[in-house]
C-alpha cells in the first residue's frame, strides 16, 4: 500500500502540473496534434505559468495504452487476456479512419515517461484492482487527463487505487463490498440512442455478466448511458434499486472518461455487442468522434421562476393554475381553472345565483420582455373550493391550444364550463370548447369574438373528473380530453360503476353512464377538425362514425377517439410521428379487492389508434372490476370481460358492446408501480395483495394524480443556447401532482408494442433536473417544451381550489454546452 499523507499529496501535485506542461511542450515539438493546442486551467503556481499550455494526448496515428497491471499476486488473469485481443481486434477493425494501435503493459512505470504516455490517445485499465500506481504514478496520469487525455474503464478498474479521491471521481464509483461475485444474465436497459458506445446496442440488453451494486449512485453526477435491470438478477443485500447504472461517462479534469461495470467475464469479450460497446467508448476517448456526455448531469440545469405572487387580492401573475402552451415566437399562455386567493370569496349555496361563479384567467408570459399580461378572464363556473362530495367542483377554465396558424390568426381555443349556462334547479352546466382571438401586439384577448365549437352536457350537482388537456396533431386535428364527470364516492374506491345515486333522475356515480358510454362525451379524448368558420369536421378513424346504433337503440358519437377514461387533465401529440399519449387519474381504493377488483391506478397510456381503455370495466393491463347493478349495488355480480365488455347499465343510452379493452402502457398503485397478479383460468386476477408483483419498479404511488407530458423533439436547426440536449429526443416525460415517491421520469417505449400496452423498456428519473421540495416544483401541474427547447412548467401551489404564493410559472433550461471534443481537437485515425 502506498502511504497518501498530506506532504506526500503536495509533492505530487507539484509533480502534476511539471508533468503536464511537459507533456504538452513535447506533443507540440513532436507535431503530433491532430488541432491547435488548448489553454488550459490558469497555473496555481506562478513560477509555472510560462508552462501552462496543454494540448491532446496522442497524435495523427491514434494509439491505445491497455493497461492490466494489478496488486494481486498470481497468474494474469484469463479476463485481462480476452481484454486486450478484444480491444486489439476493434481498433483493427471498421472504418480505416477510426482504427487505432494498441500496446499493452503491466508495468506502472509508463505513467512516469512523459514522451510515451503522451503518444498515446486514450488509456484503457483493464486491471484487477487494488493499489497500481505509486503517488509520482498517478500524478503523471492526473497530468494526462488534465492535458486532454482519454480513460476508460472496464470492471475492475472501478477496485483500482481505492485511497484516492481523484481515481473515484474518474471511474465515477466504487464497487459495494456486498456485491454479487457470481456470473448471471440480466437485462441491461440502454437509455442513451445517441452516444457511439450505446447507439447501435438493442435497448434492452440481455447478457451474462458480473453485477456490481454501487457505494454510492453516481447517476446525475456523470452521465449514465445504461443501466441494469435488477428484477432481472439478483444483486443482493447492496441492491442500488430502479437506478442501477452500468456504463457511463463524463468530461472530467481536462479529459473524457468512460467506465462500464461489463466485462467481468471472459466471455463478454467475444460478445459482439458488447465489442460494440467498447468501440464507441474508445472512438470518444480517442478523440475520433465526438459525443454529448454532459446531458444528465444534474448541475448543467436550471430552474428558474419566472412568475412572481400576486399582488394581494388580484390573480395579476397567475390564476389557479391548470394548463399552458407555447407559442412559436417564445411567450407563454397559462390558464387558472377558477379559483381566486383565500381572501375572496367562494359561494357554495344552490340557492345563490352566484353559486360557483369563477374568473378562469388566461395570461401571457412574455420572455422578450420577462413580462405577465392578464389577457382576458372568463366567467366561469368553477369557483367552489374543497370540502364534502357535494360541495367541490373541479370545473371552470380546463384546457387550452393554440391553432396551427396562431403567428398569423391568433385564434386560441379555450376548453371551459360557462356560468352562463348554469341550470340551479337541475344542477346542471355546459362544457364548450370555442375559438377566441388574441390581439398579438397588446396580449389582450377578444372575449367579444368568441367561436362556440362544441359543447355538450354535464353534470355539476356531486363532484368530480373534468379532464381538460388539448392538443393538436400534425393534420389539424385537435384532440379534447374530457373526465368522467362522476362521483369518487359510492363506490368504495374502486369501479365507479354505482347506478343508484342521482339528482333528478341524471347519475352521478356510474361512469356507465359517461366513460363507458358510446353516446356520451364525457370520460373521452375526442378528435375534431375546427374549420376556419368556428364549426368543425370529423376525420376519418375515430372510434365511431356518429351513425351507429343497435337492437337496444344505443347510439355513437362521431367525435369520439378514445372512451374508458377517468379523468386525463393532461395529453399531448408527438407530431413526428402523430402517436397520443395521455395520462389519467385513478379512483381512490388504497389497495386491491377480491370482490371489486384492482386498487387506484393512475395510468398512461400511449394511443397509436382509436379504441378503448377500459374504465369503469377495467385497468391497467387489462385488470377487471366486478360488475354491480340494481336492485341492489352493494351486492357484487360477475367480473367484467375487458374483451368483450357489455354495458348493461340502466343509465346507458350508447352501445350494449363496446370495443375490446386495449392494455395500457404504465399503472401504478401505492403499492408499487405496474401491480399485477396471477389469473384463474378466466382470466381474473387473485387480487392477493400478498401475490402482487410490481412490474414497474421504477415508480410508485401513494397521494397521486398523473400529469402526462411531451415527447421532447431535439431541434437541430435551433440556435438556442438553453434548449435540452439531443439525448432526450424521443422520450416521453411521465410525471405526477406530487413529487415524493411518484414519477417525474423519462421514458422509452418500444414502437412495436406501445400502442398494444407495451411496457416503458427505459425509465429513469427527472427529480433533480425538474426540482421537487417545497420551494421547487411540488405540485406539477402542466410541462411543455418550448420552442427554445427549454421545459416550461406550471407549479398549482400549495392549497387545493385556490391560488398561492407558490403558484407558478417555471423555466427548466440546459446549460452544459455541446458535445466533446471541440471540432478542432477531432484525432485523425490510422489511414
Known amino acids: 500500500m502506498h502511504l497518501r499523507g498530506l506532504s506526500t499529496r503536495g509533492a505530487r501535485n507539484t509533480r502534476r502540473r511539471t508533468w503536464g506542461a511537459t507533456v504538452a511542450a513535447g506533443v507540440v515539438a513532436a507535431g503530433l496534434l491532430s488541432g491547435p493546442a488548448a489553454t488550459a ?218 467506465y462500464t461495470g461489463m466485462g467481468g467475464t471472459v466471455s463478454s469479450y467475444d460478445e459482439t455487442d458488447f465489442r460494440t460497446h467498447l468501440r464507441g467508448a474508445l472512438l470518444w476517448t480517442t478523440r475520433l468522434v465526438q459525443a454529448d456526455c454532459k446531458a444528465t448531469i444534474n448541475g448543467n440545469y436550471k430552474a428558474e421562476r419566472l412568475t412572481q405572487p400576486n399582488q394581494p387580492g388580484q390573480n395579476d401573475q397567475i390564476g389557479e393554475p391548470h394548463g399552458l402552451v407555447t407559442a412559436p415566437d417564445g411567450r407563454v399562455l397559462y390558464i387558472g381553472r377558477g379559483g381566486a386567493d383565500s ?21 401571457v408570459y412574455d420572455p422578450a420582455t420577462k413580462k405577465v399580461t392578464l389577457a382576458g378572464e372568463l366567467t366561469v363556473f368553477g369557483n367552489k373550493g374543497g370540502g364534502d362530495e357535494l360541495v367541490k367542483v373541479e370545473e371552470g377554465l380546463l384546457g387550452i391550444e393554440l391553432d396551427p396558424r396562431f403567428e398569423q390568426n391568433g385564434w386560441v381555443y379555450l376548453h371551459y364550463t360557462p356560468h352562463s349556462q348554469l341550470n340551479r334547479d337541475t344542477r346542471m352546466a355546459e362544457r364548450r370548447v370555442s375559438r377566441f382571438t388574441l390581439d398579438l401586439a397588446t396580449n389582450k384577448l377578444d372575449l367579444s369574438s368568441e367561436k362556440v365549437l362544441l359543447k355538450w352536457p354535464v353534470q355539476v350537482h356531486s363532484c368530480c373528473h373534468s379532464g381538460g388537456g388539448m392538443a393538436w396533431d400534425s393534420k389539424g386535428n385537435l384532440y379534447i380530453a374530457t373526465g368522467d364527470n362522476n362521483s369518487s364516492g359510492f363506490s368504495d374506491g374502486y369501479s365507479g360503476n354505482n347506478p343508484q345515486p342521482n339528482y333528478k333522475g341524471v347519475s352521478f356515480a356510474d361512469a356507465r353512464r359517461t366513460a363507458g358510454n358510446t353516446n356520451n362525451l364525457n370520460g373521452k379524448i375526442l378528435r375534431i377538425h375546427p374549420e376556419p368558420d368556428g364549426t368543425y369536421t370529423l376525420p376519418e378513424g375515430n372510434l365511431f362514425t356518429g351513425k351507429e346504433t343497435d337492437e337496444g337503440g344505443g347510439k355513437t358519437r362521431g367525435e369520439i377517439y378514445v372512451m374508458g377514461v377517468r379523468n386525463p387533465a393532461r395529453i399531448s401529440v408527438d407530431k413526428q410521428t402523430d402517436t397520443l399519449y395521455a395520462g389519467w387519474v385513478g379512483p381512490d381504493a388504497s389497495a386491491p379487492s377480491t370482490t371489486w377488483g384492482p386498487a387506484k391506478y393512475d395510468t398512461f397510456a400511449v394511443i397509436t389508434k382509436a379504441g378503448n381503455r377500459g374504465w369503469p370495466y377495467c385497468m391497467g393491463n387489462k385488470q377487471p372490476y366486478r360488475d354491480r347493478n340494481l336492485p341492489d349495488p352493494s351486492k357484487p355480480l360477475g367480473w367484467y370481460d375487458c374483451d368483450h365488455p357489455k354495458n348493461e347499465s340502466p343509465n346507458n343510452d350508447g352501445l350494449v358492446n363496446l370495443p375490446p379493452v386495449t392494455g395500457n402502457n404504465i399503472w401504478y398503485s401505492p403499492q408499487g408501480g405496474g401491480p399485477d397478479f396471477p389469473r384463474d383460468a378466466n382470466g381474473v386476477p387473485s387480487y392477493k395483495q400478498e401475490e402482487s408483483t410490481y412490474l414497474l419498479p421504477w415508480l410508485k404511488g401513494g397521494g397521486q394524480a398523473a400529469m402526462n407530458g411531451p415527447v421532447y423533439r431535439y431541434d437541430t436547426a435551433s440556435a438556442s443556447g438553453t434548449k435540452w440536449p439531443a439525448y432526450w429526443d424521443g422520450k416521453w416525460f411521465v410525471g405526477d401532482f406530487y413529487d415524493a415517491d411518484q414519477p417525474r421520469n423519462a421514458v422509452i417505449t418500444d414502437p412495436k408494442t406501445h400502442g398494444d400496452g407495451g411496457l416503458p423498456v427505459h425509465s429513469e428519473s427527472l427529480k433533480k433536473i425538474v426540482p421537487i421540495g417545497n420551494d421547487g416544483i411540488k405540485n406539477l401541474m402542466d410541462w411543455k417544451f418550448g420552442p427554445d427547447g427549454a421545459l416550461y412548467v406550471l407549479d398549482y401551489g400549495r392549497g387545493f381550489f385556490t391560488s398561492d404564493t407558490k403558484s407558478a410559472l417555471w423555466r427548466v433550461t440546459y446549460k452544459g454546452g455541446g458535445p466533446t471534443p471541440a471540432a478542432d481537437q477531432l484525432a485523425r485515425g490510422t489511414q
Request: overall charge negative; proline content about 7%; hydrophobic content about 35%.
Open 343 to 363: 381572501s375572496q370569496p367562494v359561494i357554495t349555496d344552490w340557492n345563490n345565483p352566484d353559486i360557483g361563479k369563477g374568473k378562469g384567467q388566461v395570461h
Open 41 to 258: 486551467r490558469t497555473d496555481p503556481n506562478p513560477t509555472l505559468t510560462t508552462m501552462s499550455v496543454k494540448s491532446p494526448p496522442g497524435g495523427a496515428n491514434v494509439r491505445v495504452l491497455i493497461f492490466h497491471g494489478s496488486a494481486a499476486a498470481g497468474d494474469e488473469s484469463p479476463v485481462v487476456n480476452a481484454g486486450i485481443e478484444a480491444i486489439e481486434k476493434i481498433g483493427l477493425t471498421g472504418p480505416a479512419n477510426q482504427r487505432y494501435k494498441t500496446e499493452a503493459t503491466s508495468d506502472a512505470s509508463v505513467f512516469t515517461n512523459e514522451t510515451k504516455l503522451g503518444r498515446f490517445n486514450a488509456i484503457v485499465f483493464l486491471t484487477g484492482g487494488g493499489d497500481v500506481l505509486d503517488p509520482e504514478q498517478e500524478a503523471g496520469l492526473e497530468a494526462y487527463m488534465e492535458a486532454g487525455g482519454g480513460f476508460v474503464g472496464i470492471h475492475d478498474a472501478a477496485r483500482a487505487e481505492p485511497y484516492s479521491d481523484w481515481f473515484t471521481g474518474l471511474v465515477g464509483a466504487r464497487p459495494a463490498a456486498s456485491s454479487p461475485t457470481a456470473a448471471q444474465r440480466a437485462t441491461v436497459e440502454v437509455g442513451d440512442r445517441r452516444h457511439p458506445a450505446t447507439k447501435d446496442l438493442p435497448v434492452q440488453w440481455k447478457r451474462t455478466d458480473q453485477w456490481f451494486n454501487w457505494a454510492k449512485n453516481p447517476s446525475g453526477d456523470v452521465h449514465t448511458v445504461a443501466r441494469v435491470r435488477e428484477s432481472t438478477f439478483q444483486p443482493g443485500s447492496g441492491a442500488n434499486g430502479s437506478d442501477h447504472p452500468v456504463s457511463w461517462c463524463r468530461d472530467y479534469d481536462g479529459g473524457r472518461s468512460f
